[in-house]
């Protein structure tokens, strides 16, 4: 038995929500970076008439809206996790990281593919299995469709909408008084 007999579904909730979430986004943000690396890499050394295929100036906006893509995510990531380390509510900020975090990295996953051409899809390449790896955190902890929900459930709840689906507590702030250790007074 994990937590009180009869408090299972707090435990479980805890669990997926108040760090499911927040190590989704994690794995999100490393694979995000990866694609972004093995892209750079890629167009950096592909021989295109005596110059690379980086030199182009389509390739360079692509990578740049690749990497603004992961800062968005890290910035999303690491707000909420900070958040969580403090014992603050929030919720909204973890679906954010979540949801937003994996799909920010699956539009960088698709234009590294693109930017790859056929070597994409060989197996055994590393772009091959970061791709195969960034679908494997979309489900967990509620898909895009759930995040989104949840925003919309919390907003509509701070404006006074009456849907009795809404929770009137956040899981983060039920959590709250777990806060954890603050690394920087841990011995």
Same mark, same amino acid.
């Given at each position: 038995? *994990?937590?009180?007999?009869?408090?299972?579904?707090? /435990?479980?909730?805890?669990?997926?929500?108040?760090?499911?979430?927040?190590?989704?986004?994690?794995?999100? *943000?490393?694979?995000? $970076?990866?694609?972004?690396?093995?892209? %750079?890499?890629?167009?950096?050394?592909? +021989?295109?008439?005596?110059?690379?295929?980086?030199?182009?100036?389509?390739?360079?906006?692509?990578?740049?809206?690749?990497?603004a893509r992961l800062l968005?995510?890290q910035i999303l990531a690491?707000? !909420?996790?900070?958040? *969580?380390?403090? #014992?603050? =509510?929030? &919720? !909204? $900020?973890?679906?954010?990281?979540?949801?937003?975090?994996?799909?920010?990295?699956?539009? %960088? #996953?698709?234009?590294?593919? $693109?930017?790859h051409g056929a070597n994409?899809?060989? $197996?055994?390449? =590393?772009?091959?299995? /970061?791709?195969? &790896?960034?679908? %494997?955190?979309?489900? +967990?902890?509620?898909?895009?469709?759930?995040?989104?929900?949840?925003?919309?459930?919390?907003?509509?709840?701070?404006?006074?909408?009456? @849907?009795?689906?809404?929770?009137?507590?956040?899981?983060?702030?039920?959590?709250?008084?777990? +806060?954890?250790? @603050?690394?920087?007074? %841990? +011995?």
């Amino acid at each position: 038995i *994990l937590g009180e007999v009869g408090q299972g579904f707090d /435990v479980a909730q805890s669990s997926s929500i108040l760090y499911g979430r927040p190590n989704l986004a994690a794995v999100s *943000l490393g694979l995000h $970076e990866a694609a972004l690396t093995l892209t %750079t890499q890629y167009v950096s050394s592909r +021989p295109r008439h005596g110059k690379t295929v980086a030199d182009l100036a389509v390739i360079r906006n692509r990578l740049g809206q690749m990497n603004a893509r992961l800062l968005m995510a890290q910035i999303l990531a690491y707000h !909420a996790a900070d958040m *969580l380390d403090h #014992g603050l =509510p929030c &919720d !909204a $900020e973890l679906c954010a990281a979540k949801g937003l975090g994996h799909e920010l990295a699956a539009e %960088t #996953g698709r234009d590294a593919m $693109e930017l790859h051409g056929a070597n994409a899809l060989t $197996e055994g390449r =590393p772009l091959e299995r /970061v791709w195969r &790896d960034m679908q %494997t955190t979309y489900a +967990p902890a509620g898909t895009g469709e759930v995040q989104r929900i949840r925003l919309a459930q919390a907003l509509l709840h701070e404006h006074g909408h009456p @849907d009795h689906h809404t929770p009137h507590t956040q899981w983060s702030a039920r959590h709250a008084h777990h +806060p954890r250790a @603050d690394p920087a007074t %841990t +011995p």
